[in-house]
């Protein structure tokens, strides 16, 4: 899932408050209108609206505790900023009771939730949601959390429907996460700097994205199920980070960051895979060719990474390009292509997966020829620009987000995505090709936004 979406500027809106809201007393039923600030501690039991920014500050305790109260939900319209030493923690029942805390995105990374200084984030036992309640059914509406200095983020039971939503998640400074008994919260997992990640629960299903090492051979557990594993500083390796797995079968990869080179050492298996790779370039001319899925031996970008023995699984490449970058890629499977700086990328006779392609800054311009093409997103942002030629494109939604933005579709044709798809049948196993796209309706391409999506010549498309 794309998450360069994290340049993109956070809305900020203060609101000059008394005690813990924008006004003295909630209208009922809770409804705050125009955010909310709690700088007190407080206790919400049922169904509470916040249409606005949620800030929690000070040494605030805000707990919104539904373990009692079947299908209460705690939706906030807004950004959820928890600052100083304050506490944001929602409970559901242990059994599961249908409550849920949601945050309200209209579109991919609307909103997010920032932690800072020494604030702790608790989701116990209760759903997430990252979409507007009612939305239309367009795809997984994903949304960032960012962790910064020393905050804490405690997980345990949590679940999250990855099909209509996805958490981000970033731990940069010294921020940690503790997580047990987690389905998808967070979706992703993204180490930096010095954060702290521990992990258990065989129950547990979520995913990480750890930063490459300048140098060294990292050697992957055995995968298939459960697993215990630790990587990071404590292991030896030129990082300020620890990672911590215990009892738990959780999803690695590594994002290759430019100028570092690794040596990955794997065991050839589970054929759904062991290993991703998040290729990362900026700044020069480049060309990746044959990025293949499955077990892989050899080296990839000049030896930047070597794999012995390393089953990537069907789904495996995710590249992203910065400012002044060139790009090329040809002849490849790729999951994910996404473009946060002022670079140019040519994709040719490719296939593209399942999650997103996205030119999300000025300047940048993603040419994509001869592929085949079902991402669940196609998205320009902020002046970037798509352009599809002679392609195959199934299903996929296109997003220009804004009038500097546009997708344009020149020959090729439009399929409709098969509907009754699951996540288990979505791939061919062996090969990377997409069967139909789960985090679709069934149908034709669609698009939404601000900004032109034009077509010409392609079959199928009455845009």
């Known amino acids: 899932m794309l998450h360069s979406a994290r340049l993109l500027a956070a809305r900020a809106l203060w609101i000059t408050a008394a005690a813990c809201s924008n006004v003295a007393s909630p209208a009922a039923p809770c409804e705050y209108s125009g955010g909310l ?5 407080r206790t919400i039991t049922s ?12 040494h605030a305790h805000l707990l919104i505790d539904y373990t009692n109260a079947p299908g209460a939900v705690f939706v906030v319209a807004g950004n959820i900023m928890i600052r100083d030493s304050a506490i944001l923690e929602a409970r559901g029942a242990a059994s599961g009771n249908g409550s849920a805390f949601v945050v309200a995105n209209g579109f991919t990374s609307e909103f997010t939730i920032q932690n800072t200084g020494h604030g702790t984030l608790t989701l116990d036992h209760i759903e997430l949601r990252t979409r507007a309640p009612g939305s239309a059914a367009d795809g997984s509406r994903s949304m960032n959390y960012h962790a910064d200095g020393d905050a804490v983020m405690i997980v345990d039971g949590a679940t999250l429907d990855p ?13 940690r996460l503790q997580a047990q008994h987690t389905n998808q919260v967070p979706t992703e997992i993204y180490l930096h700097d010095s954060c702290t990640v521990t992990i258990g629960g065989a129950d547990t299903r979520t995913g990480l994205w750890f930063e490459s090492p300048p140098s060294g051979t990292i050697t992957l557990p055995v995968q298939g199920g459960a697993y215990s594993w630790e990587m990071g500083m404590a292991q030896g390796f030129g990082v300020g980070w620890q990672l911590s797995i ?14 570092s080179h690794v040596t990955v050492n794997g065991h050839g298996m589970p054929a759904t895979g062991e290993f991703k790779v998040g290729y990362f370039v900026s700044g020069g001319t480049d060309t990746l060719r044959h990025l293949a899925v499955g077990l892989q031996n050899g080296t990839v970008g000049g030896g930047r990474i070597t794999f012995n023995n390393v089953n990537l699984g069907p789904i495996a490449w995710q590249v992203y390009a910065g400012a002044a970058e060139t790009l090329r890629i040809d002849s490849s499977v790729v999951n994910e292509i996404g473009l946060f700086g002022a670079a140019s990328v040519t994709v040719d006779h490719s296939v593209l997966q399942l999650a997103v392609l996205g030119a999300v800054a000025p300047g940048a311009v993603l040419d994509v020829n001869n592929s085949d093409v079902w991402n669940q997103l196609i998205e320009a942002v902020n002046g970037g620009t798509i352009r599809l030629t002679s392609s195959r494109i199934t299903g996929s939604l296109f997003d220009a987000r804004d009038a500097a933005s546009s997708i344009v579709i020149t020959g090729g044709s439009f399929a409709n995505n098969p509907g009754g798809c699951t996540a288990n049948a979505m791939v061919d196993v062996s090969t990377g090709q997409p069967l139909c796209d789960p985090f679709r309706p069934p149908g034709p391409p669609t698009r939404t936004g601000a900004g032109p999506v034009t077509c010409s010549g392609t079959t199928g498309c009455s845009f």
């Open 37 to 41: 600030i709690v700088s007190a501690d």
């Open 47 to 58: 169904s509470c609206t916040v249409t606005g920014d949620l800030t929690v500050t000070g």
């Open 163 to 175: 099909l209509t939503s996805w958490l981000l998640a970033d731990f940069n400074g010294r921020a």
């Open 246 to 259: 215990t009892g738990a079968p959780v999803g690695i990869g590594m994002q290759s960051l430019p100028g």
